[in-house]
């Protein structure tokens, strides 16, 4: 059982290229989400999925897509990078309880990105 | 929507001292409550979490959180810190009447213990 799963762990990219940061997990998760994170400002939801085929828009999510094909796979895509999109990447999921809330969620490592 | 405020940014306190680190929700109704750690450059870890039943919450590395419903809040404590508890805490709450997202982070408190 590897959890949540997180590819690449760096990357460097140059203004304007694209590029997708993978995230997967095992655990049969309805839920999953994405975040960046960078200091002083917490962890901030760009997109996140509530099951597959569904997917939504968080806080941040200008200048990112999702897709959801499988209840596993939940990759982001920066279309056309730029410097303002340096950060730390974190992918999660979660599963829904019988009581309709949401359980705890569970990390993957994250993804350093920097955008010259 | 929910929002989750933690009160203090950073918090130095001394190596064996106690300390509390503090979090207020906005709804009291039916929420499920979660405190997470994040050490340097690592991902989040859940230290704890609240869903029913008794309100005094007991986690790993020895803290512990108390939920009270009629404050609105989930305060972290541990009555003596090592150098080893020096990361970042986040609270979060699960939101049962929110649709979508549901789930709410707190800011994060930096916590810093000094040798």
């Known amino acids: 059982n590897a959890g949540v799963t997180q590819t690449p762990k760096f990357q460097v990219l140059k203004t304007g290229q694209s590029m997708t940061l993978q995230c997967a997990q095992d655990m049969n998760h309805e839920y999953m989400s994405w975040y960046r994170q960078d200091p002083g400002m917490g962890l901030r939801l760009i997109h996140y999925s509530v099951g597959a085929g569904i997917t939504d828009q968080g806080e941040v999510p200008n200048g990112y897509n999702v897709s959801r094909s499988t209840t596993e796979d939940f990759p982001l895509r920066l279309l056309s990078a730029a410097p303002s999109q340096t950060s730390v990447y974190f992918c999660a999921s979660s599963e829904r309880t019988g009581t309709g809330r949401r359980s705890e969620q569970f990390f993957g490592p994250g993804t350093r990105l920097t955008v010259l | 929507a929910q929002s989750v405020t933690q009160l203090d940014s950073q918090v130095p306190v001394f190596e064996e001292a106690p300390v509390e680190l503090r979090c207020n929700y906005s709804?009291?109704?039916?929420?499920?409550l979660f405190w997470y750690v994040q050490y340097p450059n690592q991902g989040l870890q859940l230290l704890l979490k609240y869903l029913s039943g008794s309100t005094l919450v007991k986690g790993i590395n020895g803290f512990e959180a108390e939920f009270n419903k009629s404050q609105t809040s989930f305060h972290l404590r541990k009555p003596s810190v090592h150098i080893s508890d020096t990361a970042e805490y986040f609270c979060a709450v699960s939101d049962q009447w929110e649709t979508g997202n549901q789930f709410y982070f707190g800011t994060g408190t930096s916590l810093t213990v000094i040798p």
């Open positions: 709804s009291s109704v039916s929420v499920y």
